[in-house]
């Protein structure tokens, strides 16, 4: 998704989110990552500078905080109607705080910094883990945001969302489990700030 | 509790890829210029990434199985292997103090390694360096510190009187790198009208594109935009232009330009 961003070219509008639509992002994202209550979130997000939404291209939104020094940064970034994703420099930011996440075994690692999807197996495997399944509960829904750690690493190197729920990557173990929006050393990666 | 969940850390990027170290060796670059960063910028992380990692036996530098005793091209040698081969080369004896002069000169191990070259004679050979093709490689690391240095030095000369009193707050590092140069061009839109060309504003420090170009619209009553880090004015206020971004931005007259049919006049001049 981010590949090929270059915030100068491909950023089209910018505009101030409204403190309404704030406030859904807001529990957007307090929901889909149940650890992160709201009371964090106001802290990392205050109310008193909105946010700014960046448009690229007809169907991506990305958000940003206001810096002191003038230009914007990138913090979460949203595709059509998907989950509301945090960018990984803000995830390395906060290691303390807990997203929803994955890990993937060691072997997958390589292809995922080129920007490839997880497929299951990387998931499945030793050294890979998913939250557990109860029993007809999956763990995971499909389409929901995940961050993607790696194995014996301890800052994440992507993320994206789900495109089959756990249950059924742990039964089917075959074909892309997560599709992966952003990753190390995409454009949105080197984009510190927006001006 | 949240203060702390919510308290920004700074994470320690590679100053070669701009990965986080423990990715570096996925990159293309990782022995030619991320080790050597690491090695000279932060060898604590380097001992903890690679020394452990070589003997375990896992990525790097892809040695794959050999040992940590064997000094056999496994991987890059560590600081204390460093260490340990210079004074095997030269002063044997005093193989046991390795670690109190490593403690010593926690940090600054640069230093200590240009003394022992100055002292005894040139450093031993990392045997893994060795097969490739230019082979000293402690002095390259210097040297190329050193190399950097003078770059930013003579940037530093480069810069203009002007912009270096706002220089010294936070974005001093970032802003330090460009020197400051706008260059003003007219360009004739139609046989009558004309636009100015802003070229160069994203240079000047503490002022952002779209603001200025605001404050140049209200100035020339006129529409102005920014595209692609270039400012564009209607009308033909070559002149006005270069005398607002002087005594408004507060930039430099020897750093504003006009650019008349490609050659580049000082305003000042």
């Known amino acids: 998704m981010f590949k090929r961003f270059d915030a100068s070219n491909d950023v089209s509008t910018s505009t101030q989110v409204k403190a309404s639509v704030q406030r859904g992002i807001k529990s957007q994202i307090s929901t889909s990552h149940p650890s992160i209550t709201d009371d964090i979130l106001d802290e990392l997000l205050p109310k008193k500078s909105p946010l700014v939404q960046y448009k690229i291209g007809p169907h991506l939104m990305l958000y940003c905080r206001q810096h002191e020094g003038g230009g914007d940064e990138p913090v979460f ?42 497929m299951c197996p990387g998931l499945t495997n030793a050294g890979g883990e998913m939250p557990p399944d109860e029993d007809d509960k999956a763990g995971l829904q499909k389409g929901d ?32 489990g997560i599709e992966v929006c952003h990753f190390l050393g995409d ?9 | 509790m949240s203060v702390t969940i919510t308290t920004p850390q700074s994470v320690i990027y590679c100053g ?10 996925y990159g293309p670059d ?32 892809g040695g794959g199985s050999s040992s940590s005793t064997s000094p056999a091209a496994a991987g890059p040698w560590t ?37 022992l070259v100055r002292k005894y004679g040139p450093e031993p050979e990392d045997p893994y360096y060795a097969d490739g093709s230019d082979s000293d490689d402690g002095d390259d690391d210097e040297d190329g ?18 912009g270096k009193k706002k220089r010294r707050g936070a974005a001093a ?23 100015t060309h802003v070229v160069g504003m994203d240079t000047v420090p503490g002022i952002k594109l779209k603001d200025a170009a605001k404050a140049f619209s209200k100035r020339f009553a006129g529409s102005s935009s920014v595209k692609e880090k270039e400012i564009i004015i209607q009308g033909d206020h070559v002149e006005d232009v270069a005398e607002m971004i002087v005594t408004k931005f507060g930039v430099s007259e020897d750093a504003v330009f006009f650019d008349l049919d490609g050659e580049f006049v000082p305003y000042g001049g």
Request: glycine share 10%; net charge positive.
């Open chain 2, 30 to 61: 990782f022995e030619t210029h991320c080790v050597p960063w690491l090695k000279s910028s932060h060898p604590d992380i380097f001992a903890r990434l690679h020394g452990i990692a070589r003997g375990a036996g896992i990525d790097a530098g």
């Open chain 2, 79 to 115: 600081t204390r292997e460093r260490l340990a081969a210079f004074y095997g080369k030269y002063m044997p004896e005093k193989l046991d103090g390795i670690d109190a002069i490593l403690e010593k000169y926690e940090g600054k191990e640069d230093k200590l390694f240009l003394a």
């Open chain 1, 77 to 118: 970034f949203q595709h059509r109607d998907g989950p509301i994703l945090p960018t990984l420099k803000f995830v390395h930011k906060y290691p303390k705080l807990e997203f929803t996440n994955v890990t993937v075994d060691k072997g997958a690692i390589p292809f995922m910094l080129g920007g490839a999807n997880v």
């Open chain 1, 145 to 176: 945001g995940v961050v993607i750690y790696a194995e014996g690493k301890e800052l994440p190197l992507a993320v994206g969302f789900m495109t089959m729920s756990s249950i059924n990557i742990r039964k089917k173990n075959k074909g892309t």
């Open chain 1, 187 to 195: 454009g949105l990666w080197g984009t510190d700030d927006i001006q």
């Open chain 2, 16 to 25: 070669a890829c701009g990965m986080p170290p423990e990715y570096c060796s």
């Open chain 2, 145 to 162: 510190d050193d190399g950097e240095r003078d770059v930013g030095e003579r940037m530093r000369d480069l810069d203009v009187d002007g």
């Open chain 2, 173 to 195: 590092k970032k802003v330090n790198k460009v020197d400051t140069r706008v260059i003003i061009q007219k360009i004739s839109r139609n046989r009558k009208k004309a636009v």
